[in-house]
């Protein structure tokens, strides 16, 4: 059979198709881009709400490459809740890292920060795999299948809205810049509080100059010490730090609370202050024993103040020691010479 030369009328016939279909997909690229703008607009933080409908219109019913990115925190309301997994502090800090993105860049169009709920969109967690929380996913350009999409490690929430721009920047050519976090007091408040110092100022000069301000009670002074040496046995920074709760909700039994939780890994708030209690008993006796007990003269008050004082004591530092055991399964037990077994 003899091959069909092409006419000059079919080449230009061609080239008209070709370039309609260019011009469809370009114009239908832009109209993606201004829907996700003007999505964007209508949020206060710039996060697009998005559902089954808009995952199928943006993302799987797009061809590739498209001219976005989208970055999608994974939420469930009925999991808020959850303490340990912080859901709502997390939402907190993309939101900040959405704000903070669109006030360093406010041209950008290639990148949009989108969020999805489990109840309204449970096909389409499905299409990413997501079964645990907190999650975030990085669909690219280039991303065909979602299960594809960079997800970002469990382990890199821990600095909140730092780490997940570390996270787009090490993914994307994009640069998210400083985050913008509010202050923690607005300047009505500081000025209220300026105004109160001021009027405070000579009140407190004519006390101190009469030695009759809380400085000067030793009371303050004795609870403070007090409030401090807690505030040091108990682990409270370690708390404040990593953000420890207080317990956790017991897995097999949803009913039952978890105030003390075995293993050296995780230290649970309850456990911190139960360890302090106990401390601060022994270092109230020991100061009362070194302090007041040498004033009274009556020698058997002494004794039996010595005695009783000794004995909490040895329950409190014993409670501690079962409880370092039971966490870490090391034993510790006393010393004893060779010759005395």
């Not at 799987?60 to 340990?84: C, G, M, N, V």
């Not at 105030?259 to 995780?266: I, K, L, N, T």
Request: hydrophobic share 45%; net charge positive.
């Amino acid at each position: 059979m003899a091959a069909i030369s092409p006419t000059p009328i079919n080449l230009l016939f061609f080239l008209l198709i070709a370039a309609a279909a260019a011009t469809a997909t370009s114009s239908s690229s832009s109209e993606l881009v201004s829907e996700l703008l003007s999505l964007q607009s209508q949020s206060k933080s710039g996060i697009i709400h998005l559902n089954d409908h808009l995952v199928s219109r943006f993302l799987t019913s797009t061809k590739t490459p498209r001219p976005y990115s989208l970055l999608i925190f994974f939420d469930a309301s009925q999991l808020h809740d959850k303490s340990e997994l912080r859901l709502p502090e997390l939402h907190r800090e993309f939101a900040l890292l959405s704000t903070s993105f669109a006030t360093n860049n406010p041209d950008a169009s290639s990148l949009f920060f989108c969020e999805l709920e489990f109840k309204e969109s449970q096909s389409s967690f499905s299409l990413f795999g997501v079964n645990t929380l907190p999650h975030i996913r990085l669909v690219g350009p280039n991303v065909k299948s979602l299960k594809d999409s960079d997800q970002m490690d469990q382990g890199d929430f821990s600095r909140l809205a730092d780490s997940m721009a570390e996270f787009v920047e090490s993914r994307t050519k994009l640069t998210v810049g400083p985050i913008h976090r509010p202050p923690l007091l607005s300047r009505t408040q500081i000025g209220i509080i300026v105004a109160i110092v001021l009027v405070w100022i000579p009140f407190f000069i004519k006390k101190l100059l009469t030695s009759q301000t809380f400085l000067h009670d030793p009371k303050i002074w004795l609870t403070g010490a007090v409030f401090v040496y807690f505030f040091s046995v108990s682990g409270t920074m370690h708390n404040i730090i990593r953000k420890m709760p207080m317990f956790l909700v017991d897995r097999n039994d949803p009913s039952k609370l978890v105030f003390f939780y075995q293993g050296s890994g995780m230290q649970l708030g309850a456990e911190g202050f139960a360890i302090g209690f106990l401390y601060t008993i022994v270092g109230l006796l020991l100061a009362l024993v070194t302090h007041l007990l040498v004033w009274v003269r009556n020698v058997t008050v002494q004794r039996t103040i010595m005695v009783i004082s000794l004995l909490v004591s040895f329950w409190a530092v014993r409670q501690v020691v079962y409880l370092d055991n039971w966490k870490t399964g090391y034993g510790v037990h006393a010393f004893l010479p060779a010759s005395w077994r």
